[in-house]
């Protein structure tokens, strides 16, 4: 029996069950819930043109939001951490099929890429939100509470501020394309972005 249900609305449905799993809802900030409402939104058009007729630019569309949708992921997600033995062995406890446990255990110790990974993005993400709750906020404030050197507080070189404030530069950069403005030293008295 065919279902009356549109498919568009059944998948973007499962877009947002996964988004709930994912990221969580977080309306203290902002940064966070814009870029998690484009994840949402960029998922589901994916979807929605993998799903498609098959036409001459379908192969096309299917890049072009993938691509959109992989730059909010690398955002709002933490950096990959390879799997431990330990961890590997706890996930294929019990499991059945020998092609799961086999890929599983090859995974062991592996980065997904090449190349250096993208590890300081979802902390340009935190200093912003930080900078939201608390515009008095300083770059050197943001830099002791974020930056993962493993220095105390008070002790984080000018290096360490450095490469925070060049993925703020461009997670501002990018959230102009989306047509925020969240430039650190426009972020008002109230916390929220000024308008031009």
């Not at 065919?2 to 799993?21: F, H, Q, Y």
């Not at 799997?83 to 980065?111: C, F, N, Y």
């Not at 394309?177 to 000024?194: K, P, V």
């Amino acid at each position: 029996m065919a279902s009356d249900r549109d498919p568009s609305i059944t998948l973007r449905a499962g877009v947002e069950i996964i988004a709930l799993a994912l990221l969580p809802v977080d309306p203290s900030r902002q940064v966070y819930t814009i870029l998690r409402k484009c994840f949402v939104d960029y998922f589901g058009e994916f979807l929605d043109s993998v799903f498609a007729e098959k036409s001459p630019e379908w192969r096309l569309k299917i890049s072009q939001t993938q691509k959109r949708f992989e730059e909010v992921v690398s955002w709002v997600s933490p950096p990959y951490k390879p799997m431990t033995s330990e961890q590997a062995l706890s996930l294929i406890d019990g499991a059945s099929p020998a092609v799961w446990r086999d890929a599983v255990l090859r995974s062991v110790g592996k980065h997904p890429r090449r190349g250096q990974p993208r590890s300081k993005r979802h902390l340009a993400v935190w200093a912003l939100d930080m900078k939201c709750l608390d515009p008095s906020l300083t770059l050197r404030a943001a830099t002791d509470v974020l930056c993962p050197c493993g220095k105390a507080t008070g002790q984080h070189t000018d290096k360490c501020r450095e490469q925070l404030r060049q993925q703020i530069n461009r997670l501002v950069k990018f959230l102009k394309t989306l047509g925020y403005d969240f430039t650190w030293e426009r972020i008002g008295a109230d916390g929220r972005r000024e308008s031009e």
